[in-house]
């Protein structure tokens, strides 16, 4: 099933938990200003709780949404995934959304975590959650989950649950049961293209219309080169895992991805720099110039994107040079 192309997509801000927190607050607050709608606050171990962040970010603003992204229930149960949302919205009403998923393969094995059934175990998530933010008294008898006659001591809350999602069957899960699917970073538009057909198979068996989203790697710079520069090392993070092996192929992206973990595993940024070269930069995020990001930008628009998450704003400066960018 095809979706149509958006020309009006919004934008949202993302955070990978590497930022210092006072960077945070200024970049929310910037975003804000020039009409950001959400601020994603990534869930990546080792690296700053999320939960903690986004409190930080809702008071650190007066209406900028956050999206608690991407949850993992083999690490969060989801009823506590859906505690700190509930909580969250309780202090910021209509300000909080949840987004579960699966989480990294190589952050899970780093703590010897097995994530079995991911299918199953993501579609009981969302189902626990919404039972729970409904206020209802939740029975739940799953294979992965079971809840003998609990509810939340707050009530009823308003949060949409949204799915971080790669494959086909969890794309379609999303477009199925989810309020909105979000997209990984360093995919390229073509994949996303791929990502959101899928979507909407699920969306047509269920009849429902999801909000669609993708991560975006954006960087600006007058000096090309110096864009790309700041891009090289997140790509690599990301596109070393071999569930990208499609989202390259579909951008006709060559990528020795054993050799980039093993250069990533051993931090050597020379090698790092040669495999990530320009035409990967170029192909899996908005790098470059201010014309050519705009360009970029109005891409990733056209796959029929909702909302454009922009990552790897590092500083407030940049955050500038891309808010420019974005309105162009």
Not at 183 to 189: D, E
Request: overall charge neutral.
């Amino acid at each position: 099933m095809s979706v149509s192309a958006s020309t009006t997509a919004r934008f949202g801000v993302a955070f990978d938990g590497g930022e210092p927190l006072d960077v945070m607050r200024a970049i929310v607050r910037q975003a804000e200003g020039a009409g950001a709608g959400n601020a994603w606050i990534a869930c990546h171990l080792f690296r700053r709780e999320p939960i903690a962040c986004a409190a930080m970010a809702l008071a650190a603003t007066a209406s900028l949404g956050v999206v608690l992204m991407a949850m993992s229930p083999y690490t969060v149960h989801p009823v506590h995934a859906t505690m700190a949302a509930a909580t969250l919205n309780e202090c910021f009403p209509g300000r909080v959304q949840l987004c579960f998923g699966v989480g990294s393969p190589r952050e899970l094995a780093a703590i010897a975590v097995a994530s079995p059934q991911p299918l199953r175990t993501l579609r009981e998530s969302i189902e626990i959650a919404r039972g729970l933010l409904r206020g209802e008294t939740v029975v739940f008898e799953g294979e992965r989950f079971r809840i003998s006659g609990r509810r939340l001591a707050m009530g009823v809350h308003q949060v949409p649950i949204k799915l971080a999602a790669s494959g086909p069957r969890m794309l379609e899960l999303a477009g199925e049961i989810a309020d909105g699917v979000v997209i990984s970073a360093g995919t390229s538009p073509e994949f996303i293209r791929w990502s959101l057909d899928h979507v909407g198979d699920g969306e047509a068996r269920s009849g429902r219309k999801v909000d669609k989203a993708a991560l975006v790697f954006c960087s600006v710079d007058h000096d090309e080169q110096a864009a790309h520069e700041r891009l090289r090392s997140p790509l690599a993070y990301i596109l070393r895992n071999q569930h990208h092996a499609r989202n390259l192929a579909l951008a006709g992206s060559k990528l020795d991805q054993a050799a980039l973990a093993q250069a990533f595993a051993r931090e050597d940024w020379k090698a790092i720099g040669e495999l990530i070269d320009d035409e990967i930069v170029r192909r899996h995020g908005a790098s470059g110039t201010p014309g050519q990001v705009a360009a970029a930008l109005s891409r990733y628009r056209s796959a029929g994107l909702d909302e454009i998450v922009v990552m790897a704003v590092q500083e407030s400066t940049h955050m500038q040079s891309i808010l420019a960018a974005i309105g162009s």
